[in-house]
C-alpha cells in the first residue's frame, strides 16, 4: 500500500504547480517505485468516477446492458491510465527527455486527481441537470481552457521543454483521450 504521506505530498506538488510554481516538483516521489505509485491516483478519481458513470446509466439513453456498460468502462480507464505513459515513454526519448520521462508522469499523475476534483462534480451536475445549455457550455469550456492550461504547466515544468513542445504534448494526450473515450462509446453503443 502506497503511504499515506507520498499522497499528501504528491497531491501538494501537483497543487503547487498548478500555482505555477515549480518547486511542486521537489515534492513527488521521482523514483522508480514513485512512478508506480503515482498510479494509485487513479484510485482516488474512481470513486467519483463510478458515481457519474452510475448516474449516466440510470438516466436511460443506453440500450447495452449494465455489465457490458460498466466493463467497457472499466477497460477503458485502465487503458487511459497505460495508454498515455506508453507512448510518451517513446515520446521522450524521441525528444532527448528520458532523464524527466520519470518526474514526467509521477506529475501527471497527481496532477490528474486535482484535474478531476475540479470536472467530475461539473460533469456529475451536468448529468443531475443542474444547468441549462448555455450555461453548461460555458462552463465545460472554461474547465476544459483551465485542465489544458494545468496540463500544459506540469508538461512544460516536469520535462523541461519549451512552450511548442509542451503543447504539442497536451494535444497529444487530447487526442489519445478523446480517441480511446469514442472508441469505448461506440462499442457501449453496439450493445
Known amino acids: 500500500m502506497i503511504p499515506v504521506l507520498e499522497v499528501a505530498n504528491g497531491l501538494y506538488g501537483a497543487w503547487r504547480l498548478a500555482w505555477l510554481d515549480a518547486s511542486g516538483m521537489q515534492y513527488f516521489n521521482r523514483t522508480v517505485e514513485g512512478f508506480w505509485r503515482s498510479f494509485f491516483a487513479a484510485v482516488l ?16 439513453g443506453i440500450e447495452a ?12 480507464y485502465i487503458v487511459l491510465w497505460v495508454a498515455f505513459p506508453v507512448i510518451m515513454l517513446g515520446v521522450t526519448r524521441a525528444m532527448d527527455r528520458t532523464a524527466n520521462y520519470i518526474p514526467y508522469i509521477v506529475a ?19 448529468e443531475l441537470e443542474l444547468f441549462g445549455g448555455g450555461l453548461r457550455n460555458g462552463l465545460l469550456v472554461a474547465l476544459m481552457i483551465v485542465v489544458l492550461a494545468y496540463t500544459f504547466v506540469v508538461t512544460r515544468t516536469a ?15 487530447l487526442v489519445i ?15
Open 159 to 173: 520535462l523541461q521543454v519549451g512552450a511548442g513542445a509542451a503543447t504539442l504534448l497536451v494535444a497529444i494526450d
Open 108 to 126: 501527471y499523475n497527481w496532477a490528474s486527481v486535482w484535474q478531476n476534483v475540479l470536472f467530475l462534480p461539473f460533469a456529475i451536475m451536468v
Open 45 to 60: 478519481i474512481a470513486p467519483p468516477l463510478a458515481v457519474l458513470l452510475g448516474l449516466r446509466f440510470a438516466g436511460g
Open 177 to 191: 483521450s478523446v480517441f480511446i473515450n469514442g472508441f469505448s462509446e461506440s462499442l457501449i453503443r453496439v450493445g
Open 65 to 76: 446492458p449494465l455489465w457490458r456498460f460498466a466493463s467497457i468502462e472499466l477497460i477503458s
